[in-house]
């Protein structure tokens, strides 16, 4: 059983792409569902499909995106920052720049899942989530 469902989900994302599959299958929730619509609109992701089970879960279906000269995918990397045993959070002055403004960081906030760049425009605080870039 896994305590960590989004370590889980980031891993399964990234071990897809480092086997350079064009889609990976994870079962869902509604974080997840929400760090997918992130990851979408951001453009790290194609597309992104919701499936029905037999049980209420349901999984997503993502299918990954490549660069079309390197072949690499889009996401080069993703990381776990707040986990079960240690939570890390940042207020909306502290919120971390990635890559120099080039990678998002996922922020749990009091208004639901959000990049940072939107929780500093709304000057809302919260858990960092993952790094990505």
């Known amino acids: 059983m896994n305590t960590d469902t989004i370590a889980d989900y980031l891993t399964r994302i990234r071990n897809a792409c480092l086997a350079k599959h064009k889609t990976v299958e994870i079962p869902a929730s509604n974080t997840k569902k929400e760090i997918t619509k992130i990851l979408y609109d951001q453009g790290f992701i194609l597309s992104f499909k919701l499936i ?62 959000m990049t940072g760049k939107e929780a500093k425009k709304k000057n809302i605080g919260g858990e960092l989530i993952c790094y990505l870039y």
């Open 52 to 113: 029905d089970t037999n049980n209420k879960q349901g999984k997503i279906k993502i299918a990954l995106k490549y660069d079309n000269i390197t072949g690499q995918s889009i996401i080069r990397k993703i990381n776990r920052i707040s986990t079960p045993g240690l939570r890390k959070y940042a207020n909306a002055k502290n919120l971390p720049r990635i890559l120099n403004g080039l990678g998002i960081s996922i922020i749990s906030t009091s208004m639901g899942l």
